[in-house]
Protein backbone atom coordinates (compact mmCIF):
# COMPACT_ATOMS: atom_id res chain seq x y z
CA UNK A 1 0.00 0.00 0.00
CA UNK A 2 1.20 3.22 -0.92
CA UNK A 3 0.44 6.79 0.67
CA UNK A 4 -0.97 9.18 -2.07
CA UNK A 5 -2.27 12.26 -2.35
CA UNK A 6 -5.33 13.32 -4.71
CA UNK A 7 -7.25 16.27 -6.30
CA UNK A 8 -10.98 15.72 -5.67
CA UNK A 9 -13.54 17.68 -6.73
CA UNK A 10 -17.53 17.92 -5.19
CA UNK A 11 -18.82 19.37 -8.86
CA UNK A 12 -21.87 22.20 -9.01
CA UNK A 13 -24.66 19.55 -9.19
CA UNK A 14 -23.41 17.63 -5.42
CA UNK A 15 -23.00 21.51 -4.13
CA UNK A 16 -26.98 22.39 -5.46
CA UNK A 17 -27.93 19.10 -4.39
CA UNK A 18 -27.21 19.90 -0.55
CA UNK A 19 -24.87 16.40 -1.11
CA UNK A 20 -21.59 18.17 0.34
CA UNK A 21 -21.71 16.34 3.79
CA UNK A 22 -23.13 13.14 1.98
CA UNK A 23 -20.33 12.60 -0.13
CA UNK A 24 -17.64 13.77 2.42
CA UNK A 25 -18.75 11.68 4.86
CA UNK A 26 -18.41 8.15 2.92
CA UNK A 27 -15.11 9.69 2.00
CA UNK A 28 -14.14 10.26 5.12
CA UNK A 29 -16.06 6.83 6.52
CA UNK A 30 -13.02 4.74 3.90
CA UNK A 31 -10.77 6.01 5.96
CA UNK A 32 -9.14 8.55 3.34
CA UNK A 33 -8.43 12.34 5.69
CA UNK A 34 -9.06 15.66 3.55
CA UNK A 35 -5.64 17.31 3.46
CA UNK A 36 -6.80 21.11 2.08
CA UNK A 37 -10.69 22.17 1.39
CA UNK A 38 -11.91 25.05 -0.59
CA UNK A 39 -15.17 26.47 -2.00
CA UNK A 40 -14.37 27.91 -5.75
CA UNK A 41 -15.75 29.12 -8.30
CA UNK A 42 -14.17 27.99 -11.84
CA UNK A 43 -13.62 30.19 -14.87
CA UNK A 44 -13.26 28.34 -18.51
CA UNK A 45 -9.32 29.15 -18.72
CA UNK A 46 -8.87 26.83 -15.50
CA UNK A 47 -11.35 24.14 -17.03
CA UNK A 48 -9.92 24.48 -20.31
CA UNK A 49 -6.95 23.59 -18.60
CA UNK A 50 -8.14 21.11 -16.50
CA UNK A 51 -10.35 19.37 -19.01
CA UNK A 52 -8.13 19.44 -22.12
CA UNK A 53 -7.75 15.40 -22.27
CA UNK A 54 -11.99 16.07 -23.61
CA UNK A 55 -11.73 18.96 -25.63
CA UNK A 56 -12.55 17.82 -28.85
CA UNK A 57 -15.48 15.77 -27.50
CA UNK A 58 -18.77 16.95 -28.97
CA UNK A 59 -19.89 16.96 -24.76
CA UNK A 60 -16.95 19.05 -23.68
CA UNK A 61 -19.27 23.13 -24.24
CA UNK A 62 -21.99 21.39 -22.47
CA UNK A 63 -19.04 20.21 -19.22
CA UNK A 64 -17.88 23.84 -19.52
CA UNK A 65 -21.23 25.34 -19.03
CA UNK A 66 -22.45 22.71 -16.44
CA UNK A 67 -18.54 23.15 -14.45
CA UNK A 68 -19.04 26.97 -14.10
CA UNK A 69 -22.67 26.78 -12.94
CA UNK A 70 -22.18 27.29 -9.43
CA UNK A 71 -19.20 26.72 -6.85
CA UNK A 72 -17.40 23.67 -6.31
CA UNK A 73 -15.82 22.05 -3.38
CA UNK A 74 -12.07 21.34 -4.29
CA UNK A 75 -10.05 18.98 -1.94
CA UNK A 76 -6.54 17.33 -1.20
CA UNK A 77 -7.36 13.63 -0.06
CA UNK A 78 -4.84 11.64 1.40
CA UNK A 79 -4.23 7.88 2.13
CA UNK A 80 -2.87 4.45 1.15
CA UNK A 81 -3.90 3.59 -2.21
CA UNK A 82 -6.12 7.54 -2.39
CA UNK A 83 -5.99 7.73 -6.49
CA UNK A 84 -7.65 4.63 -6.97
CA UNK A 85 -9.14 4.17 -3.81
CA UNK A 86 -11.29 7.31 -4.60
CA UNK A 87 -11.87 6.60 -8.14
CA UNK A 88 -13.86 3.06 -6.68
CA UNK A 89 -15.30 5.51 -3.80
CA UNK A 90 -16.73 7.51 -7.17
CA UNK A 91 -17.76 4.42 -9.38
CA UNK A 92 -16.73 4.74 -13.30
CA UNK A 93 -17.66 7.62 -16.06
CA UNK A 94 -20.62 5.92 -17.77
CA UNK A 95 -23.62 6.67 -16.03
CA UNK A 96 -24.95 3.43 -17.03
CA UNK A 97 -22.21 1.65 -15.49
CA UNK A 98 -22.11 3.23 -12.20
CA UNK A 99 -23.42 0.67 -9.56
CA UNK A 100 -25.38 1.19 -6.53
CA UNK A 101 -23.35 1.94 -3.70
CA UNK A 102 -20.84 4.35 -5.44
CA UNK A 103 -21.12 7.72 -5.36
CA UNK A 104 -21.84 8.33 -8.93
CA UNK A 105 -24.15 5.02 -8.96
CA UNK A 106 -26.13 6.51 -6.07
CA UNK A 107 -26.22 10.38 -7.32
CA UNK A 108 -25.36 10.79 -10.63
CA UNK A 109 -28.37 12.11 -12.96
CA UNK A 110 -25.79 11.38 -16.35
CA UNK A 111 -22.53 10.86 -17.08
CA UNK A 112 -21.80 14.29 -17.76
CA UNK A 113 -23.48 15.55 -14.70
CA UNK A 114 -21.82 13.08 -12.55
CA UNK A 115 -21.05 14.84 -8.73
CA UNK A 116 -17.46 14.41 -8.60
CA UNK A 117 -14.22 14.33 -9.91
CA UNK A 118 -10.91 12.52 -8.54
CA UNK A 119 -7.66 12.08 -10.23
CA UNK A 120 -6.61 9.18 -12.86
CA UNK A 121 -2.84 9.12 -11.97
CA UNK A 122 0.10 9.60 -9.83
CA UNK A 123 0.64 11.98 -12.82
CA UNK A 124 -3.10 13.57 -13.01
CA UNK A 125 -2.92 14.06 -9.37
CA UNK A 126 0.48 15.85 -8.79
CA UNK A 127 -0.67 18.02 -11.85
CA UNK A 128 -4.10 19.33 -10.76
CA UNK A 129 -3.75 19.54 -6.91
CA UNK A 130 -0.83 22.02 -8.40
CA UNK A 131 -3.42 23.67 -10.60
CA UNK A 132 -6.13 24.11 -7.55
CA UNK A 133 -4.03 24.38 -4.64
CA UNK A 134 -1.17 26.71 -5.53
P1 LIG B 1 -13.82 11.09 -15.19
O1 LIG B 1 -14.48 12.31 -14.59
O2 LIG B 1 -14.49 9.83 -14.75
O3 LIG B 1 -12.33 11.06 -14.99
P2 LIG B 1 -13.32 11.90 -17.97
O4 LIG B 1 -13.27 10.96 -19.12
O5 LIG B 1 -12.04 12.48 -17.49
O6 LIG B 1 -14.10 11.15 -16.78
O7 LIG B 1 -14.32 13.06 -18.38
C1 LIG B 1 -14.39 14.26 -17.65
C2 LIG B 1 -15.85 14.66 -17.44
O8 LIG B 1 -16.46 14.93 -18.69
C3 LIG B 1 -16.73 13.58 -16.81
O9 LIG B 1 -16.64 13.50 -15.40
C4 LIG B 1 -18.11 14.04 -17.23
O10 LIG B 1 -18.56 15.13 -16.43
C5 LIG B 1 -17.83 14.53 -18.64
N1 LIG B 1 -18.05 13.46 -19.63
C6 LIG B 1 -17.22 12.42 -19.93
N2 LIG B 1 -17.75 11.62 -20.87
C7 LIG B 1 -18.95 12.17 -21.18
C8 LIG B 1 -20.01 11.79 -22.11
O11 LIG B 1 -19.93 10.79 -22.83
N3 LIG B 1 -21.11 12.60 -22.12
C9 LIG B 1 -21.23 13.72 -21.36
N4 LIG B 1 -20.28 14.11 -20.49
C10 LIG B 1 -19.16 13.34 -20.39
MG1 LIG C 1 -10.88 12.26 -15.73
Redesign the pocket.
Known amino acids: MAFERTYIML ?1 PDCVKRGLIGEVISRIEKKGFKIENMKMIQLDEKILREH ?1 A ?2 AD ?1 P ?1 FP ?2 LD ?1 MQSGPVVAMIVTGDNAIKGMRNL ?1 G ?2 NYDEAKGGTIRGDFAT ?5 II ?2 S ?1 SPETAEAEIKRFFS
Open positions: KYHIKFGVYMPTSTGENHGD
